[in-house]
């Protein structure tokens, strides 16, 4: 059992940055395949970005190079980096953790990104 908690969202202008954070408790979170995911009001729950234990990481098209996915596993925590943010982005962001058939989500983080 793994639980999730997010934290580090918030109101930020267009063009800002801002870190989410979400730290997992239980074992073996060096196992899981770590996610973050968003959901806007009214529409579908898309991938943002997930990374492998031993690192690799996969972006969706929409923020590469503006989003930066990192995992602390001595610490149990995955961190995003978002820059160059825009309004688009704003969502409730989701942590999530996958080992094979298995799924954990976080309660979400809201971000909000306007002027």
């Known amino acids: 059992q793994v639980q999730l908690v997010e934290s580090g969202g918030g109101l930020v202008q267009p063009g800002g940055s801002l870190r989410l954070s979400c730290a997992a408790s239980?074992?073996?979170?060096?196992?899981?395949?770590m996610g973050w995911y968003r959901q806007a009001p009214g529409k579908q729950r898309d991938l943002v970005a997930y990374?492998?234990?031993?690192?690799?990481?996969n972006y969706a098209d929409f923020v590469k190079g503006r989003f930066t996915i990192s995992r602390d596993n001595a610490l149990n925590t995955v961190y995003l980096q978002m820059n160059s943010l825009k309004p688009e982005d704003t969502a409730i962001y989701y942590c999530?953790?996958?080992?094979?058939?298995?799924?954990?989500w976080g309660q979400g983080t809201q971000v909000t990104v306007s002027s």
């Open positions: 990374i492998f234990n031993s690192g690799p990481t």
């Open positions: 999530n953790a996958k080992m094979g058939p298995v799924d954990y």
């Open positions: 239980g074992s073996n979170f060096g196992r899981y395949v």
